[in-house]
């Protein structure tokens, strides 16, 4: 037994204190290997996606499983795991109005049937995205030929026109749409174009027309930074207000574009309960996990206790997610690591937020949904009655304030007591820290 006086901040604040812990090998039948250019340990027992349980049979009493693709992935290895483990798909880009109407009185459809048809064939679900967005829309409707902005009137009627005809097309086809994207602002409507012109009422308009065009189809209003407190409230202000003039809106949207470390469990636990005290359906829309949010990481392959912990966040928020009868449909933004927005934005760089690996095998995080009895073991800290934490840690390296610690890497598996002094319940009091 050691004393040892640390910051109860090396626990609980991400990225102050990380440990590098190595893959259990308690099992006989898991033997390590390098899997290809990522670099990640795989293992045999993992195997390669097309032998593992389905995703979305895993899930399927609780909530479809989505994820959102380009054509390209329709065929080879993609297009296997498309077919294998996502009950819904969603288009990444093409069915957004940019692709679908370029000009004013064209309308661009052959690509969005391939895939609405495709996924009919399979006996998958479809999600529309998105019919009206500040980013990636159709500019001309906000012009008139002289390049002067229209009037609201002619706004809205290129709405109406815009959704009537894309809606109707795929009537009864496209199950649910995200009619509107990304509307809110942190305490404000988001500022735009379509707010400019047409004031908050593009909002209803939108969601009328839709409804009006296939009242089979359900309709989401879709937002990201869904978990911040402020934005939620007003999230689900203007949503109160809409449902309150009754306006044909059945669904909200989470984004659910995070990292490793934010937003945490409990903030994430609290939003959900507002959403859900809506009483109306709720899709996470666009699930991601970037293990490279910090722009002075700098990695070439995603270290290992990192794929873990992503493992374990992933599982803990799935968890959270099937205590809610409201959400039917969890949406991955992308399936394996070669193909993630997460590479472009915010700057360029290489990213692991997703649950196969370049070479379309089966990450952790995987595992962490389908039988999280696979993972090697995390860092598991409890509260306990006197607010004390018990933590049980894998054998590792702790690497504090750069150095990593001589003692913790001769032990093995441990149990950690952290004795919390003074007020130190966010992270901010000393702490005395026992291990042995
Ligand atoms: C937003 C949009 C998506 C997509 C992602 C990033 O979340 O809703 O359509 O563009 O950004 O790729």
């Known amino acids: 037994m050691r004393t040892f006086l640390i910051f109860l901040s090396l626990f609980l604040i991400p990225g102050s204190c990380t440990t590098t812990q190595q893959q259990s090998t308690t099992d006989s039948d898991l033997k390590t290997s390098e899997a290809g250019e990522t670099g990640i340990i795989q293992t045999e027992l993992m195997g390669t ?13 609780y909530f479809n499983i989505g994820t959102c693709v380009e054509l390209s992935q329709l065929m080879g290895t993609e297009g296997e795991l498309l077919l294998k483990h996502f009950s819904s798909l969603t288009a990444e880009n093409i069915m957004k109005p940019k692709y679908m109407a370029p000009s004013e009185g064209t309308f661009t459809f052959d690509n969005a ?4 048809n495709y996924a009919l064939e399979n006996n998958k679900l479809v999600r529309g995205h998105t019919l009206v967005w500040h980013n990636q829309n159709a500019k001309w409707m906000f012009y008139d030929q002289n390049g002067n902005k229209v009037s609201k009137n002619v706004l809205l009627k290129r709405l109406e026109t815009y959704i009537n005809t894309v ?11 995200d009619v509107v994207n990304e509307v809110v602002d942190a305490t404000a409507l988001r500022k735009s174009e379509w707010l400019e012109i047409a004031g908050e009422e593009y909002i209803e308009k939108a969601f009328i027309y839709a409804h009006r065009a296939d009242p089979g189809a359900r309709l989401f209003l879709n937002e990201i930074d869904t978990i911040e407190r402020i934005k939620s409230e007003n999230i689900c202000k203007l ?24 937003p945490g469990l409990q903030a994430i636990s609290e939003a959900l309960k507002k959403y859900n005290d809506l009483g109306l359906e709720i899709h996470i829309t666009e699930f991601d996990m970037s293990l490279n949010a910090d722009p002075d990481f700098k990695a070439g392959k995603a270290p290992e206790d990192l794929l873990i912990r992503q493992a374990h966040r992933y599982k803990e928020i799935f968890d959270l997610f099937k205590t809610y009868k409201n959400i039917t449909n969890v949406t991955f933004w992308g399936f394996h690591d070669g193909h993630t927005w997460s590479t472009y934005f915010p700057v360029t760089k290489k990213d692991w937020p997703l649950l196969f690996d370049r070479d379309f095998k089966t990450k952790y995080a995987f595992w962490g949904l389908v039988d999280p009895s696979r993972l090697p073991k995390d860092v598991v800290i409890n509260n306990d009655s006197k607010n004390n934490f018990k933590a049980y ?20 598996d441990m149990n950690i007591t952290i004795y919390v002094q003074g007020s130190g319940s966010h992270g901010t009091g000393k702490t005395l820290c026992y291990y042995g």
């Open 393 to 412: 840690a894998k054998k590792g390296t702790p690497v504090i304030d750069g150095m990593e610690d001589e003692i913790w890497k001769k032990t093995g």
């Open 113 to 116: 049937d391939k895939l609405v």
């Open 239 to 262: 949503v109160r207000k809409l449902l309150d003039r009754n306006v044909p809106i059945h669904g909200i949207g989470l984004q659910f574009h995070i990292t490793l470390h934010y």
């Open 167 to 177: 809606v109707s097309r795929y009537k009864g086809k496209v199950y649910a749409w």
């Open 49 to 61: 996606a097309k032998e593992v349980p389905s995703l979305a049979k895993v899930y399927e009493k």
